[in-house]
């Protein structure tokens, strides 16, 4: 690759920077243009990215990058001047541009010293550029009509299992045998199968009535690479783009343009047009604001997360101090510059915060594009919808919930939603809707993943369970719908028919529930047979700086995450009672399982508080699972920082990490969601006690 040999290595990171988010503006604009072609702004926007890329890279010297973005301006040019109006192949034709860029970027740090073959996109630009506007000058040209024996002719193929393509195909304007071109290529395509229809026609091509357009629609038993090969082998041919042609689609007089185009585009002839476009200079670059490496960000918490600790140990000490000295002069005025470090510490943790916080849009920027492509390859019609990407989320947790994502919008596309012949049938719209949406709540963020498809059907579940093995035929009939719907989350769990390069290996959402626990966060799903399925995630804004409830059991101290804490209960021997061999609470008509957290731990020696009249039960919820963990007693609120446990320990079933506390003693943070799984895969006991009457708690705390 050829870069100005005289750029800087600063130079060429402020370059791939802005390269990165220009590619990730046309990324989702582009798939936006589809949906709002008649969208000045956003036509506006996405040529403005495209020149801005085209000038950055002839700055260092990539000419390949702007050679080709350049063509990508040309094509946004017309449509911005409303010569040409954006339909499906004109977005496939970006799109296939827009990952050659991608592909050029990635170039830049690679030790591979190849070179991507521009060729194939440019010429594809141009084929739509060609032949949009000769659909302008001829509409002749560009009607297909099937009469009665073309119909005959379909029909027959058809039956015949032949492939039938559409074939649109680009002349050089240059070329002064055009009719000779077309009839070149009726005689190619009927060598390699049969020519139903063709715009123009036969005799109009004798008559040489004929602009730079030709299309065609072909019945063939080879393959579209095939079939394209042929057409551009001949002189003069500047474009092809070969798609499975749609009957009803063509019927309904809208081109026949097919979602899954093929972008393999060959051309001998790459010209670009010599004269550019100018374009209204962009505004000035906002000098009051800077860009930060995510390094600085990540080194600035740590130093935050050390004075939050001390935070916590000055203000101890000072408590102990101000008791052991009570009015001494010195201690008083220790107190209040104490407290003022305190309070400049929790305003600088704040600021800190608010830094680190990114608009969760960042990924949800990536998905529409991922949602169209998945679309177009299963031959279904989504409408992809996305609310709340202004929502914010800690940096740390952006990328860690990208992948879980990512699994659920997969499976939306290839599980939930149904073909359109499929929704039609069952009085649906043809076009499917997934949504996804994220919104703030208290602590929380939550983000939901929804569709209008299917949905779930617990019997089909229940079938595959049995079937791999997980639960016996017993166990599936005394089980409700709800649980056997959760079933789906085991590992290796799937009712797909069969695998596909989406999904249906039994892999994906045990994978996904599993990395949403690993934040601190619980996966939900509600389903409706012939209606659809939602997946909600519930996420914590942050995990590095939490609140939380210090209590002790077994006489180890544990911290609480204060979002997952309901209530805390004073409660007796007899407030607990025993069902199934598992110990049970009654509150507000749920039965909440009981978990003593000392000897879930493996405490040695029981705390005497644990089974005396002054037993403490704190209530806490996962998702929509609840547990009471049955603690020795309540210390305190705190503001924690929260500290891997380290690859020394490993993962320990139920712990979320560790603090350090003001005195410096060390605290462990449970994991809520494990212990709530702890509690309900509890094994059975042989005894079963009938339920006896509970006397109302008595509350603690709220």
Sequence with gaps: MNLDPDITPEELKVFLEETEEQIELLDEDIVKLEKEGGNSDLIQEIF??????????????????????????????KIRNGDIAVNTKIIDALLYGLDAIKVLKEEIT???????????????????????ESQEQAVIE???????????????????????????????????????????????????GEVISSAPTADQID????????????????????????????????????????????????????????????????NLPAKEKTVQQES????????????????????????????????????????????????????????????????????????RMVPIGAIFSRFPRMV??????????????????????????????????????RNAVDHGVELPGVRKEAHKPVTATICLTAEREQSHII?????????ITAGKVKASAVKKGFISAEKAASITDSDAINLIFMAGMSTAKKATEVSGRG????????????????????????????????????????????????????????????????VRPEDIYTIRGKEIIRRMDNLIPVMRLSATFGSQTENPEATSENGVIVIAKAGKELVGIMVDSLMERQEIVVKSMGKYMGDIEGIAGATILGDGRVALILDVASLVKAAAQKDEEKRKPEIQPVPKLSTVAG
């Excluded at 024996?149 to 058809?158: F, P, V």
Aim: proline share 2%.
């Design 48 to 77: 403005r990215a495209a020149h801005t890329l085209k000038g950055s890279s002839a700055m260092v010297g990539h000419l390949s990058m702007a050679e080709l973005t350049h063509s990508m301006e040309s094509l946004l040019d």
């Design 110 to 132: 690679s030790t591979d010293n190849g070179e991507l073959d521009i060729k194939p996109a440019i010429a594809m630009l141009q084929a739509v550029i060609g032949a949009e």
């Design 142 to 192: 560009s009607t297909l009509f099937l009469d009665g024996s073309a119909r005959d002719s379909l029909q027959t193929a058809l039956a015949g299992g032949h492939n039938i393509y559409h074939l649109d195909i680009a002349i050089d304007k240059a070329s002064e045998w055009a009719a000779i071109r077309c009839v070149q290529c009726l005689n190619e395509a009927a060598r390699i």
């Design 207 to 270: 008559e040489e009535e004929v602009g730079f357009n030709l299309k065609i629609i072909l019945a063939s038993t080879e393959d579209k690479d095939t079939v394209e090969g042929v057409v551009t082998s001949i002189t003069d041919i500047v474009g092809v783009i070969v798609t499975d042609y749609d009957q009803e689609e063509e019927e309904q007089g809208d081109g026949g343009e097919d979602k899954s185009v093929e972008t393999s585009l060959e051309t001998s002839d790459t």
């Design 284 to 355: 000035p670059q906002n000098l009051q604001s800077v860009r930060v490496d995510v390094k600085v960000l990540d080194n600035l918490m740590n130093i935050v997360e050390e004075l939050v600790i001390d935070r916590s140990n000055i203000s101890q000490v000072g408590k102990m101090l101000s008791i052991k000295y009570s009015g001494d002069e010195m201690v008083q005025q220790l107190a209040q510059t104490s407290d003022h470090i305190i309070k400049v510490i929790n305003e600088l943790q704040e600021r800190i915060m608010q830094v």
């Design 372 to 409: 169209r492509d998945l679309a177009q390859t299963q031959k279904k019609k989504i409408d992809f919808k996305v609310v709340g990407e202004e929502t914010e989320l800690d940096r740390s947790l952006i990328e860690q919930v990208r992948d879980p994502l990512i699994h659920l919008l």
């Design 447 to 455: 983000i939901t993943v929804e569709d209008d498809g299917g949905g």
């Design 507 to 570: 892999v994906g959402l045990d994978i996904v529930r599993s990395n949403v626990e690993n934040l601190g966060g619980s996966l939900l799903l509600e389903t409706k047979p012939g209606h659809g399925s939602k997946f909600t995630i519930r996420l914590p804004l942050t995990v590095a700086i939490v609140q939380g409830l210090l209590l002790t059991a077994g006489g180890t101290i544990y911290v609480l995450p204060l979002p997952s804490v309901i209530e805390t209960l004073a």
